[in-house]
């Protein structure tokens, strides 16, 4: 049901690839992150020693991937991915970290669903490079220890809040990852239009930004549909491509004037129309536009209260006059005036 936000194919995933920053130099926004990961891969190298294990959080199309990488390869260490719904079984987990090489870069993406028994194994792979490995049931069961080569855990959640306390405690460093600014939007749409041969105005390129819904991932993909739209119909002025292509191409793909795309305005409709306002709790809201409240949570909620369309209460969701307004939805307060 996510458009957006999420990679579609493999074309689009492998431009979406080919788009990503290699370094933190080339990195976008995030500046102080940046600079925290930066002192962190100095430390290491002087040290000559694997980087602190790594916790990465914010909504989806952040960059969080593009940092692990960017961390195997600024400390010039192999890279292996890897996801929490992948692990299953404390076995999986065992299998993965005893085929690492000294000093590999572990990338564990949705690190919050991974198996318990095995957030159990890791803890102890974090700190001290080891895992007991359990052989035979009931009282003839014993454990088996196997040393483990040192490496670097990147972990990438979308929930951080879903991290059992011990397993946060054994990140050596945790970042929490914002929506971008338009300005920084801006120059990602730039660094991703040269890369991909597209010439825009700057105006075109602040518009594209504006409606990207402060995520890079969605910056580039609706770059990629303004650059199918221009291959198609070519630009509407014949002095380049104007503002006017641009909101053809995006009106074609749903996401309306702020950047918001149907699940979004799926999600506000029923808290505005259906419940009145609220107060709603996630559960209902998520029942009520028939998708996951991971998602709705994680993608759709966390971007509509950082702009002010939503609030949470201890009682639940509310709409917030913001939410009103866009929606064309005249405020209860308001009528009563
Ligand atoms: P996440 O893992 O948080 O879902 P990704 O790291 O996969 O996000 O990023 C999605 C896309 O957005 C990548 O193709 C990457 O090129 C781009 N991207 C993300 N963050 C930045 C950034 N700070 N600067 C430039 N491009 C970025």
Do not use: C, W
């Not at 209260?305 to 609030?311: A, D, L, Y």
């Amino acid at each position: 049901a996510r458009d957006a936000a999420e990679p579609a194919d493999e074309t689009e995933l492998a431009i979406e690839g080919a788009l990503r920053p290699m370094s933190l130099a080339e990195f976008v926004g995030q500046q102080k992150v940046r600079g925290q990961l930066q002192l962190l891969l100095d430390a290491a190298r002087i040290q000559e020693r694997a980087p602190d294990h790594i916790l990465l959080s914010g909504p989806p199309g952040l960059g969080k991937t593009t940092l692990a990488m960017i961390v195997a390869h600024e400390s010039g260490r192999p890279l292996r991915l890897s996801s929490g719904p992948a692990i299953q079984h404390a076995g999986d987990l065992a299998a993965l970290l005893s085929s690492l090489t000294p000093g590999e870069v572990l990338f564990i993406d949705e690190i919050h669903r991974m198996a318990r028994s095995a957030e159990e194994m890791l803890y102890l792979a974090m700190e001290d490079f080891r895992i007991d490995i359990m052989v035979g049931k009931g009282a003839g069961a014993t454990s088996i220890p196997l040393d483990l080569s040192p490496f670097t855990l990147v972990g990438a959640t979308t929930r951080s809040g879903l991290l059992p306390n011990p397993l946060r405690d054994r990140f050596g460093f945790t970042a929490h990852l914002e929506y971008y600014e338009p300005e920084e939007l801006e120059r990602v749409v730039e660094r991703s239009a040269a890369m991909l041969n597209v010439d825009l105005p700057r105006s075109a390129r602040a518009e594209i930004a504006r409606r990207s819904r402060g995520t890079p991932r969605i910056a580039n993909r609706l770059l990629r549909r303004v650059r199918d739209y221009i291959v198609v119909h070519g630009s509407a002025s014949s002095s380049g491509v104007d503002l006017g292509t641009v909101r053809a191409a995006l009106e074609l793909y749903d996401v309306d004037d702020i950047g918001l795309d149907r699940l979004d305005r799926a999600v506000l409709d029923a808290l505005v129309r259906r419940f009145r306002g609220g107060p709603v709790g996630l559960g209902t809201l998520s029942v009520a536009v028939g998708e996951e409240s991971d998602t709705i949570e994680s993608v759709v909620e966390s971007y509509l209260v950082r702009i002010g369309f939503i609030g949470r209460t201890p009682r639940g969701r509310i709409a917030m006059p913001e939410a009103y307004a866009h929606l064309g939805v005249p405020h209860p307060d308001g009528a009563l005036r």
